[in-house]
Structure formats: C-alpha cells, structure tokens
C-alpha cells in the first residue's frame, strides 16, 4: 500500500523537474505586465511564505502565469467538501440523509483509497471522555437502527492566486453509534491528492487525535505540515491543512478544520 512517505519522494522528484521546468526555463510573464526580476520573484515569494507580503508582492506573483498557478493564495475562501455513509445492521451503506443505498460510485467517494496512510496507534494521542449532548434533534435515517458504523470524510481544496488546485488534504474517521452514545473508533486515516506543484510532506502528523470513547461526543482531528518548493527559489510556502470532526451519539457529525 502507497504512504504518504513514500509517495513524497515521488512527489519530490516529479514536482522538482515540473516546477523546474515551469518556474526556471519557461517562466514568462504575461504581456500586460513588466518583467519582475529574479531577485524581486525571491522576494515576493519569501514575504509570501513568512506572511508580510505586500499588494507589490502580489502583483509580482500574478504577472507570472507558473507562479499565479502555483503559490497559494491566502485570501481564497475556505473550500471544504463533507461526504458521509452510514452501513446499517446489513452491512448495506446508505445515505445518512435518507436511508437510501448507496451506489458503488457514491461509497468510493467516502471510503479512504488504498493510497491513504491509516492513523499509527503508537502516535494517537487520546483525549478525555467528553460531554457534549448531540444539537437538538437527530440523524438517524430511516431504517436505521441501533449500533451503527458511519465513516466521515472531509476534503479541504487548496487553490493558488489563479484559482488552479495545487493540492487537496483529505482525512476519514469512522465511528460506531447508538443508545445517544458514540461507542467507538475505527479507522482513522488521510491522504494528500491533486498535487500539481512540488510537495514536501513531512512524515509524521502533528496533530493526530481521538477523544476517549464510550461518550456523548468523540472529536478525531489530524493535521499535517505541508512545504510548496521550487528548485530554484527554495519553499516558498509552508501550510498546516487540520481536519476535526466532532460526532454525536445520534451520528450528527460537526466539521471543523482549514488549510492555512
């Protein structure tokens, strides 16, 4: 099975020759724009990475069509995707919304994919039981009874100063239900897609947490400690995508997170 390890090597080096290639050899501003120098690229991305970059800073990034699709731009509004399923006492998942079964096409789009590297117990740090009641009302769809399993997944979409994604940090939880009680933890994973620039991702989460079960509410959270880097002008962006899902005793679930 592909780890996030493994797969930044080869992000590494596929991403070094991509933005090698873009940001060294062929990098060309657009005709509207004077062309910035070297010297005023490196320090446009530095402000950028340290947080101090100027409205001059950003006008030199955006006059570079391979820098506008590859920096991140921190005034892009939060982009976060939930999608869920519940597998009732036949083992059947269907929807939390309605009961209805789910398709094949509509369960690989909650599932983790093999390439997703699962939570490592020796480095789950287990918070204390909590005591949040579930908001008024409940989730539980029709049909579905008694202890049940229901898997999370949360997406948080990253998009540079041209709107282009240049990644996307997913994290999956799923938990068992039931009596007004979260009764469990089961898989816990997450997993890094749609890379489009050089991604540095560092081996170990920084965060990676599970409330203490049985209870009235359980929170899973991850975070992860991503650099964007260039051969040429170094990492230019160091970013700590976290995900936390808190869920209830009656499978409502609360999304929390963000890619900053």
């Known amino acids: 099975m592909s780890t996030l390890k493994q797969r930044t090597k080869l992000f590494s080096i596929a991403g070094t020759f991509i933005a090698a290639s873009a940001m060294v050899t062929a990098i060309a501003p657009s005709a509207q724009a004077a062309t ?7 320090i446009a991305l530095q402000h950028h990475a340290d947080g101090t970059q100027t409205p001059a800073d950003v006008a030199v990034i955006k ?18 995707t939930t999608t869920e399923a519940v597998i009732n ?8 919304a309605n009961g209805a079964p789910m398709t ?3 369960l690989a789009e909650v599932m983790p994919p093999s390439t997703a590297t699962p ?7 287990t918070t204390p039981a909590e005591t949040e009641v579930a908001p008024q009302g409940s989730a539980v769809a029709p049909g579905i009874t008694g202890g049940t399993w229901k898997v999370t997944h949360i997406t948080h979409t990253h998009r540079a100063y041209s709107h282009t994604v240049i990644f996307k940090y997913h ?12 009764r469990g933890w089961r898989d816990r994973s ?10 540095e991702i560092a081996p170990k989460r920084i965060v990676n ?3 203490y079960t049985p209870a009235s509410s359980a929170t899973s959270q991850m975070k992860r400690e991503i650099k964007l880097c260039v051969f040429k002008y170094g990492c230019y962006a160091i970013l700590h995508p976290w995900a936390k899902v808190q869920v209830f005793g009656t499978g409502k679930t609360k999304i929390a997170g963000s890619g900053v």
Do not use: C, H, M
Not at 36 to 42: F, N, S
Not at 89 to 96: D, E, F, I, K, L
Not at 171 to 182: D, E, P, Q
């Open 36 to 42: 910035p120098t070297d010297e005023q690229i490196r």
């Open 89 to 96: 006492a036949n083992g059947q998942a269907v929807s939390p």
């Open 104 to 106: 094949p096409e509509q």
């Open 63 to 80: 006059s570079v069509p391979a820098l506008a699709a590859s920096v991140p731009d921190p005034t892009a509004p939060e982009e976060i």
């Open 190 to 199: 997450d997993d890094i897609t749609n890379t489009s620039v050089d991604v």
């Open 171 to 182: 994290t999956y939880a799923s938990f068992n239900y039931g009596g007004g009680k979260v």
């Open 209 to 211: 947490t599970k409330s």
């Open 119 to 125: 939570s490592d117990p020796s480095t789950e740090v």
